[in-house]
């Protein structure tokens, strides 16, 4: 699986590619994007078949990021989205927004697979 994890947090960015390893995703790419523009740019140049985003950074957050993405792209990658940010309207916000999924931090390792499998249905 080719995965984007986008987070304005380098240490967060690092605790999701520990999670993926421990969870037994099988990925084959893993790249990573500080900014939501970095990650259209990624976007626009490679193939991923999934988004891991954080919903809250400066500048784009997770909504406004998925907004842009689905206005730029023809096809549009499964996009899991994860805050720290609690209650069911942040997951139904995102999911209106376009996301595939919604995780609340912190999780496991198990909840990431959980979440990764159910996004990529």
Do not use: N, W
Not at 23 to 42: D, M
Not at 97 to 106: D, N
């Amino acid at each position: 699986m080719r995965i984007l994890v986008v987070d304005d947090s380098r240490l967060l960015r690092t605790m999701l590619r520990r999670s993926l390893r421990q969870s037994g995703v099988p990925v084959t790419r893993l790249a990573e994007a500080e900014t939501g523009a970095e990650a259209l740019t990624l976007l626009g140049e490679q193939t991923f078949d999934l988004v891991l985003c954080d919903y809250c950074m400066p500048e784009m957050d997770g909504p406004a990021f998925l907004a842009a993405a689905k206005a730029r792209l023809p096809r549009m990658p499964k996009v899991l989205v994860v805050s720290a940010q609690a209650g069911p309207e942040i997951g139904d916000l995102v999911r209106r927004a376009g996301s595939s999924g919604f995780l609340r931090k912190p999780f496991t390792a198990k909840e990431l697979r959980h979440a990764i499998d159910m996004a990529m249905r």
